[in-house]
């Protein structure tokens, strides 16, 4: 009988939830920022083309703390598991992320 012992320690970076639907999202804001670059070249309404670099921000954020929340859920919580130094690395490098993105 033959037995696999699963890897211990932490895991290598991967994008744990699903990655295809990340890449999803980020495919369609990047049609929108086609669509703002469509209207600005079409000499839109300001106003318009502000309501929906609006929009791409917000949908830039939303992936971001989705991003952010697999990262504290596995990453973060390896290291901290595994304790020592890399635990310390591992959460001000995930202060230094919120840190950020509180600020955009």
Known sequence: ?????APTGPRPPAYA???????K???RIEGQVR????MVDEERYCI?????VSAVTRALQSV??????????????????????EA???IGEAS????????S
């Open 96 to 103: 230094a992320a919120i840190a950020r993105l509180v600020r």
């Open 17 to 23: 939830s699903d990655k295809k639907a990340v890449q």
């Open 1 to 5: 009988m033959v037995y696999v012992l």
């Open 35 to 38: 669509g703002i670059q469509r």
């Open 25 to 27: 999202r980020l495919r």
């Open 88 to 90: 310390d690395v591992k």
């Open 48 to 52: 318009n083309v502000v309501e929906q």
């Open 64 to 85: 971001a703390i989705e991003l952010l929340d697999d990262h504290l859920s596995h990453c973060v919580s390896d290291a901290i598991r595994s304790g020592g130094e």
